[in-house]
């Protein structure tokens, strides 16, 4: 019975000690530290990796996690420049960069970060008015994120971004604002409305300027036209007329011609023209010119007469 007491104290007092041996040994993931301490002070920080330590003498004072972290803050109370006051919540991104500064440099960083966070805010909106304030975003991001940044560094914590989640003015500023966007929409939707109607009449009265422009030519290459068939047609008539002139002219001519080859005496001819005076008589002429010889003519006609009668005598 002693021997197996003694035999069950051993196997207990080696599985204590590889108990103890056991949490010695520690395995740091990425993206993780572990600050260690030996007899309380400040002994190392470890990286990812296997590492040991000396049980009873040196310990595990914090772990920190090295990813970017993302932290919403709840609203706070801001007052701006106007005297407006606002309810503005923050996101702050940050990333722990140094894990020793991080576990002595302040006792709740969260807690530190959500105070600064807030006083940094009042301050840069403390200088701006309400109309700034809602459309400076990226400016008063840049000042707080800075600004943080700055304070932050002892603690080891590297603020890579700060964005104004949300920005609530008074329900009465809010109702003021949404009147002004809708007397601003209506007041857009009147000069589209005006602009759109000046095109249209402008349209219009293009068309309607073009279309007197096409009446115009049209009426321009109808009179043209009309102009071109008159002067070929008095083109041809004159071309006519000169024709019938011409074969007159030549009628006569080869009449004369026709004369002379037959020998014809004086008589002869004095009839032929007694004959032109006729049909001259017989004319649409309102004037005649009669030759200064017309008394013999007339008493050559008076013989041809005294013939004529004989032979019906006869």
């Known amino acids: 019975m002693e021997n ?23 395995i740091v993931p990425q993206a993780k530290a572990m600050v260690l301490e030996r007899l309380g002070a400040y002994r ?23 990813k970017e972290q993302v932290v919403d803050f709840p609203p706070q109370p801001v007052i701006t420049k106007d005297n407006v006051t606002m309810q503005i919540d923050t996101v702050v991104y940050f990333q722990i960069t140094d894990p020793k500064l991080f576990a002595y440099g302040v006792e709740n960083p969260i807690m530190a970060i959500e105070n600064l966070t807030a006083t940094t805010l009042r301050n840069i909106l403390g200088e701006m008015e309400l109309d700034e304030t809602l459309t400076s975003r990226e400016v008063i991001n840049t000042k707080m994120r800075s600004a943080l940044d700055v304070a932050t560094d002892p603690w080891g914590i590297k603020v890579n971004r700060v964005e104004l989640k949300n920005i609530m003015p008074p329900k009465a500023i809010q109702e003021a604002m949404e009147k002004q966007m809708k007397a601003e929409r209506e ?5 589209l409305i005006a602009e759109g109607e000046k095109k249209s009449t402008i349209l219009i009265a293009e068309g309607k300027k073009e279309s007197a422009i ?6 321009k290459q109808s009179a043209i036209l009309k102009a071109e068939a008159e002067k070929e047609r008095r083109i041809r008539e004159a071309e006519g007329q000169a024709e019938a002139i011409l074969k007159v002219q030549q009628a006569n001519a080869d009449g004369i011609r026709f004369l002379k080859e037959a020998g014809a005496d004086e008589s002869v001819l004095t009839l032929k023209s007694l004959e032109a005076l006729g049909t001259l008589a017989n004319g649409r002429a309102t004037k005649i010119v009669v030759p200064s010889d017309i008394q013999g003519l007339a008493s050559l006609a008076t013989s041809l007469k005294a013939i004529v009668e004989d032979k019906n005598a006869e």
Do not use: Q, Y
């Open 214 to 219: 096409l009446d115009a030519e049209a009426e």
């Open 44 to 66: 190392d920080t470890w990286n990812t990796g296997l590492h040991f330590k000396i049980p009873f003498i040196e310990r595990i004072a914090k772990r920190v996690n090295l």
């Open 4 to 26: 197996m007491g003694i035999i069950i104290a051993v196997i207990a007092f080696i599985v204590v000690v590889l108990c103890i041996l056991a949490s010695c040994v520690k």
């Open 187 to 191: 007041r857009r939707e009147a000069i």
